[in-house]
């Protein structure tokens, strides 16, 4: 599989230019083959702010996708509507792997979360191994409809959690109160440089 998380901060006066064009980039993609997923996001704070999900079969079918019109389309449009280049993340899958979206209920507030977060390289094995006990009972919650995690190609200190839960309650209220989580956490407050807040992003899918 090859995988990449891309996060794109826009000129406000380009915002819905953009949006539409992403929009096109994302419908032709889902019906090439070698397409697994793709998804597109914005902030739900800062309405320049925009991330695409995107995995495909392996490294010819993204070859074929860079491609093709739309992606170049889209590729020509970044250097207007863009305020700074694009940061661009290829990660690795980890264990436990990423596994399906559970299904959503008409009902659900989806809440979901792009946290791409420094560490210092001590802590890096400790928090792998708790976040594989963490991502199992973490998919167990009730709330959570994803949660994976990934590493980063060629840069060993930064870690991408990638979360969807079916309310935002589900992760203040229920998540972060359970014991396993409460064990990550203490270890990420040791290992994460900085603040974490400032490295989550709170973002709604486009679905249009």
Request: aromatic letters at 14%; proline letters at 5%.
């Amino acid at each position: 599989m090859l995988t990449q998380i891309i996060k794109f901060t826009v000129k406000p006066q380009y915002q819905q230019r953009f949006k539409d064009a992403l929009i096109t980039n994302k419908n032709g993609t889902r019906k090439e083959k070698g397409n697994t997923d793709m998804a597109i996001f914005v902030d739900n704070t800062n309405p320049n702010i925009f991330f695409a999900y995107e995995r495909w079969q392996d490294a010819t079918a993204f070859e074929f996708h860079k491609n093709q019109p739309y992606t170049q389309d889209f590729i020509t449009l970044l250097g207007d509507t863009l305020d700074t280049a694009p940061q661009v993340y290829k990660v690795n899958d980890t264990k436990p792997y990423p596994v399906a979206m559970t299904p959503a209920n008409p009902e659900d507030d989806i809440f979901s979360i792009f946290f791409i977060f420094p560490i210092h390289s001590e802590f890096r094995q400790p928090l792998m191994t708790q976040f594989e006990d963490h991502i199992q009972h973490t998919r167990q919650e009730n709330g959570n409809l994803l949660f994976d995690l990934y590493t980063v190609q060629d840069d060993d200190n930064t870690l991408v959690v990638y979360e969807h839960w079916r309310k935002e309650s589900d992760v203040w209220d229920i998540h972060f109160n359970q014991p396993y989580a409460k064990i990550t956490g203490a270890i990420m407050e040791q290992a994460v440089v900085g603040d974490m807040q400032q490295y989550m992003n709170f973002v709604s899918e486009i679905t249009e």
